[in-house]
């Protein structure tokens, strides 16, 4: 992992997310500031706001009220680089795109109308589908894959272009024994270079990665034991 600074990339201020006309917030009056180099182990009960948090991070969502703030070299951004793994659930796995189209994705330059992949391009494609694995899988419709198959492509999408900031949602889903010893290598290296953001209810070894643990349930805790699978045990 790269040494983490005290320079602030990401804050959320007071940020509250009320949906509709519920008076009980998703989020409620979260407030954080991760620094550049961070690795963010985020954990929660089920419906505790962590993908409400999620969204929000990303500018999917916009908060009911609060402000949440991006910086770059201590300057405020509209916007970050930032590479996301969402859960599976959220991918329709019937869109006729390959593998190797998925991956493709994340590199912004491949999405304009008619751009020619460039031989650096392809590099990154290759390597990319070689460090998760999938490059005899490269020409699959992606609704031929299994479930970690396909987990596995969409981390390729969110890593090929070397982000400042990666938001990992549940990155053990559906992942076989065998490649979630080899996926722990590749968060590994990916927090060398990357501000990392990371929900698992899988924590074990994710803990030992991670400088700093997040409760959330509705609010925004820091947990600072050993172990913080509930907030009683993080005080």
Known sequence: MQSPTTDPIITLDDVCVTYGGN????????????????????????????????????????????????????????????GYLPQKNMIDNRFPVTVEEVVAMGLPSVMKPLHRIS???????????????????????????????LQRALLGRAMISHPEVLVLDEPLSYIDKEFERHLYGIIEQLARQSTIILVSHEMSVISGMANRHIIIDKTLHECHAAHHYARTECE
């Open 23 to 82: 008076r009980h917030p998703a989020l409620d009056h979260a407030s954080l500031s991760i620094n550049r180099g961070d690795f963010v182990a985020v954990t929660g009960p089920n419906g505790g706001g962590k993908t409400t948090m999620l969204r929000v991070v990303l500018q999917l969502l916009k908060p009911t009220s609060g402000e949440v703030r991006f910086f770059h070299n201590r300057k405020q951004v509209k916007r970050l680089d930032t």
């Open 119 to 149: 031989a650096e391009e392809r590099f990154l494609i290759d390597a990319t589908l070689d460090t998760i694995g999938m490059t005899d899988k490269r020409n699959s419709p992606i609704g031929a894959l299994s479930g970690g198959q």
